[in-house]
């Protein structure tokens, strides 16, 4: 079936230093999105991309989507205490249909 | 921005007891709801759609008859976890899709912590 992989399951780094998190789509994808859980909340939408080769940039976030449309990453520059929280991508396949979410990022910052 | 309200927050019950979740969005309409089950640290897991006026979709795994899905309008879906059981305590959050809008996005309720004794 269709499966969304994401790595690493956990990261820690030190305040400033940068992060990344990778997706990958067993299929391709019509969009994929971003969303962040802080410890204790719900997830929140942070971004959506839908061409193949986009990227776009949120302050010190950088999305891209790749060539194929079946693998996105997230990185963000020198990470501040306010990034903690787990990443989860999500793939869709049609338009109005369901996101199949990634296993997540969790992210801790050591100050 | 959009909002989704998930009530209740957390809710303790006996094992056999049926326990309902509301979601509702308040400021705008989804012809479309989904639900998912999240464990500790770990992914959101697509239980089913919900679909306004017609029957949920349910991934495959989830029994249907288990976990009773009503969308009734167009800004209220609820999940009904029937004759829980101990193995049935998770966190189930809803979200829901903007009918207005071309955007993919999903607005997610606080979620809801079952647990069942």
């Known amino acids: 079936g269709q499966q969304v992989m994401q790595i690493p399951q956990y990261q820690h780094v030190q305040e400033g230093e940068d992060f990344t998190t990778y997706c990958n789509s067993s299929?391709?994808?019509?969009?994929i999105q971003w969303y962040k859980q802080r410890p204790g909340g719900h997830p929140v939408f942070l971004i959506q991309?839908?061409?193949?080769?986009e990227v776009k940039k949120q302050k010190r976030l950088t999305f891209q989507f790749g060539e194929a449309k079946k693998n996105s990453s997230l990185h963000i520059t020198a990470t501040q205490t306010t990034d903690v929280g787990t990443y989860f991508c999500?793939?869709?396949?049609?338009?109005?249909?369901?996101?199949?979410f990634g296993q997540g990022t969790e992210l801790s910052v050591k100050p | 921005g959009a909002v989704v309200s998930q009530h209740p927050s957390w809710v303790i019950c006996k094992s056999g007891t049926s326990v309902k979740i509301e979601c509702r969005s308040l400021?705008?309409?989804?012809?479309?709801m989904f639900w998912y089950r999240q464990f500790p640290k770990q992914s959101l897991m697509l239980m089913a759609t919900?679909?306004?006026?017609?029957?949920?979709?349910?991934e495959q795994g989830v029994e249907k008859d288990k976990f009773l899905i009503n969308h009734a309008s167009l800004t209220l879906s609820t999940l009904t976890v029937t004759s829980a059981h101990p193995e049935d305590s998770s966190f189930y959050i809803c979200?829901?899709?903007?009918?207005?809008?071309?955007?993919?996005?999903?607005?997610f309720g606080s979620g809801t912590q079952l647990s069942v004794l």
């Open positions: 979200s829901a899709r903007d009918r207005r809008t071309t955007n993919e996005k999903l607005f």
């Open positions: 299929t391709t994808l019509s969009n």
């Open positions: 991309l839908v061409k193949s080769g």
């Open positions: 999500a793939g869709g396949h049609n338009q109005g249909g369901k996101l199949i």
């Open positions: 400021d705008f309409q989804a012809t479309t």
């Open positions: 919900s679909n306004e006026g017609s029957k949920a979709t349910y």
